[in-house]
């Protein structure tokens, strides 16, 4: 099993859409986990990190189930500018480094 | 306050030539790590440093050295390039501290191998 695993995607959807990600992860002993967005021919920035009791920031509410080594990102009301390719990102159990799942290409239609 | 920098933005190398990818942060981050980005593959890590004068390999070290030459700058180097290692090459650092572990990365070096 791979450490991160996205849903392949891609994701095509109407503007003012609610669109959901979902992502695994293997290792249990993983303790910080997030959402990165990137944007074509850029770098991954941070969009926002991820509490056992989920958070939201605006439109975004990310969601993580340590039980079922899950975590989801719900974006409601979806605009032109959140296409993008949304990376799910964990760390490796007891340790900074970051995995990053392949991510999740996202189109919002006008 | 240019958060994370890289240069070159693109280069153009011939099979065995070398070149070093210049990465610098001014965020006062502990730790800094090199990415490659491939279609399909996403983003591996090729090595990474802690702290000033610590390095390790990631997953995919081979064909590259690094240098963490202070706190601040962490360069990659290709001592004998290959088409394999026409990629996109990210730099980013983070503060490494208690479960903060989230990075920030540079604008990326586009390079290719011919």
């Known amino acids: 099993r791979k450490e991160v695993e996205q849903d392949p995607g891609p994701f095509n959807v109407p503007e003012g859409a609610t669109v959901a990600f979902n992502c695994t992860y293997s290792?249990?002993?993983?303790?910080?986990f997030f959402w990165y967005r990137q944007d074509c021919r850029k770098e991954p920035k941070l969009l926002m990190s991820?509490?056992?009791s989920g958070n939201e920031d605006g439109r975004f509410t990310a969601q993580l189930n340590r039980a079922s080594q899950y975590i989801s990102l719900l974006i409601r009301d979806s605009k032109l500018s959140d296409s993008a390719t949304y990376l799910c990102v964990v760390n490796q159990g007891g340790s900074e480094k970051l995995v990053f799942g392949k991510g999740t290409k996202l189109t919002v239609n006008p | 306050n240019a958060g994370v920098t890289q240069t070159p933005k693109f280069q153009v190398l011939k099979t065995g030539q070398s070149m070093t990818l210049q990465c610098a942060q001014d965020m006062n981050h502990n730790s800094m790590y090199w990415y490659r980005q491939d279609p399909g593959m996403g983003l591996r890590l090729i090595y990474y440093?802690?702290?000033?004068?610590?390095?390790d390999k990631g997953e995919v070290p081979n064909g590259y050295n690094v240098s963490r030459l202070n706190k601040r700058e962490f360069s990659l180097r290709l001592e004998s390039a290959a088409p394999s290692q026409t990629s996109v090459y990210f730099c980013?650092?983070?503060?490494?501290?208690?479960?903060?572990?989230?990075?920030?990365f540079g604008p990326g070096t586009r390079l290719t191998v011919t």
């Open positions: 991820v509490y056992s």
């Open positions: 290792n249990s002993a993983s303790q910080s």
């Open positions: 440093s802690a702290s000033e004068g610590t390095t």
């Open positions: 980013a650092s983070s503060d490494g501290w208690g479960q903060s572990y989230e990075q920030y």
